[in-house]
């Protein structure tokens, strides 16, 4: 047996032109408007006038907490809350209880997000053991185990120790992969709480500054160059960063970066509430570097969009500010937040977008089949998003387990209307499907797929 058949009428390309769609057997078919063909009789049809088809999204920055940390999030709610943002690929990071540092651990994640049917997940190796700093994980296991993991990273810690930073950068050299750094020098943020400048002097909280950022990205860059490695920087947040990252690629280094939906929006007056949902690591920043940030993705020198989805319980947020945990929920709200920061300025258009959030992440991560350009043939993952629907971000529209958004109260623009992965449908009409439909739909899929 195999999926239904789906005709998406009147869909508006990132290219600017409109088209319809045909979902047939995990694949795309183009059909200029109107066209009547045999493979769309019996067809379920969506009206897609308005609406603009992406190649499904891909984060290269999710925390799926599962396993260890299940109260705050699951591989099965993270990828529900993937299908709600328009995402279609995602990738699963490391600090989780136990670390993905073993093939075996990497493999059981990967295994969950497969089950789960929503997006598909792959994990992210630890560089070093149990994120500790001291010695390289089991590298080559994971990425020769069947999850065939090809991005390793700390996040959440610095690999501080520069002779380890450079072994591992030499290690994944030998199979294409990527070390993706949380740039954070430990001892220039010990105990600190936001950005360091004037507003933490006058609101009392430790300082962050940008300096132990810049100095790490700017280490590692000498340090991929010397290896000849492929080096990805997380969530980039000063225009320091953006600056040294622009250097290296000037030099010729393979670097890539990204920048967040909240870096992208939010500023470090926020903290002035006190409210822990805009408590976040790296820090919100100034305003001079939330602008710095959206001009180096429009010049290229910030590679991709990434979202930190980091959820946690309500009790780790509803709490004093040093005692709250760092992190956000993001998965939900990207695209609409890149839509307000990055398209309604004009900074970038929807082709870009498609890059920022789709194509580039996904060649990064070795991830195929979440960047196409809807050529006939293509895998069938990609979401349709309305941008006139401009609306006030709610509860309702977080589909994870935690509830920890910044953007809760706030107008956006854009809502991901459907999202398909795989051809099957995920999310129709901004409702997340359930998981049983899912499941049965991803069962179908995987009959249909050659071993």
Same mark, same amino acid.
């Given at each position: ?28 078919? #183009? ?116 999850? #065939? ?38 001892? /220039? ?76 929006? /939010? ?26 940030? #959206? ?157």
């Amino acid at each position: 047996m195999s999926t239904p058949t789906y005709l998406i009428v009147g869909a508006t390309l990132p290219t600017g032109e409109r088209t319809d769609l045909v979902v047939q057997d995990d694949r795309l078919t #183009r059909l200029a408007p109107g066209t009547d063909s045999a493979s769309t009789r019996g067809a379920t049809r969506i009206d897609a006038d308005g609406l603009v088809a992406l190649p499904g999204l891909v984060d290269l920055h999710t925390h799926l907490r599962e396993p260890g940390f299940e109260q705050s999030e699951t591989v099965l709610t993270g990828s529900r809350a993937a299908a709600a943002g328009g995402f279609t690929g995602v990738f699963a990071m490391a600090n989780t209880l136990p670390v993905s540092d073993t093939a075996g651990v990497v493999e059981q994640v990967m295994a969950l997000g497969d089950d789960a049917g929503y997006a598909t997940v792959r994990p992210i190796g630890a560089v070093t053991v149990g994120l500790g700093g001291e010695r390289l994980s089991e590298i080559g296991a994971m990425a020769h185990s069947r999850a #065939r993991v090809r991005v390793f990273s700390d996040d959440g810690k610095c690999v501080h120790d520069s002779l380890l930073m450079r072994r591992a950068l030499e290690y994944v050299k030998t199979f294409d992969g990527v070390v993706a750094q949380h740039a954070q020098d430990p001892r /220039l943020t010990e105990n600190a709480q936001m950005n360091e400048g004037a507003l933490s002097s006058e609101l009392g909280l430790k300082g962050w500054p940008a300096v132990a950022e810049e100095s790490i990205i700017a280490r590692d860059v000498l340090l991929a160059e010397h290896v000849g490695a492929r080096l990805h920087v997380c969530h980039v947040s000063t225009a320091g960063s953006v600056e040294v990252i622009r250097w290296a690629k000037s030099r010729g280094i393979v670097v890539t970066a990204e920048a967040t939906p909240h870096h992208l929006l /939010l500023t470090e007056d926020l903290v002035r509430s006190y409210d822990a949902r805009f408590k976040v690591n790296p820090p919100l920043r100034r305003d001079e570097d939330v602008l710095a940030l #959206r001009r180096g993705l429009a010049d290229g020198t910030i590679d991709i969009i990434a979202t930190d989805h980091a959820p946690h319980p309500t009790e780790s947020k509803e709490s004093e500010w040093d005692a709250a945990s760092f992190g956000m929920v993001g998965l939900e709200s990207a695209l609409s937040v890149a839509q307000t920061a990055l398209v309604d300025t004009g900074l970038l258009g929807w082709n870009d977008i498609a890059r920022v959030l789709s194509r580039t992440p996904a060649e990064i991560g070795r991830l195929a089949g979440h960047s196409h350009a809807f050529e006939n043939g293509a895998p069938a993952n990609f979401t349709l998003h309305d941008p006139s629907a401009a609306s006030t971000f709610e509860l309702d529209r977080l589909a994870g387990k935690s509830h920890n958004s910044p953007f809760l109260g706030r107008t956006l623009s854009g809502r991901v209307q459907h999202t398909f992965h795989h051809g099957y449908p995920t999310m129709i009409d901004t409702r997340v499907l359930d998981s049983d439909t899912v499941k049965a739909s991803a069962a179908l899929w995987k009959a249909g797929t050659p071993a």
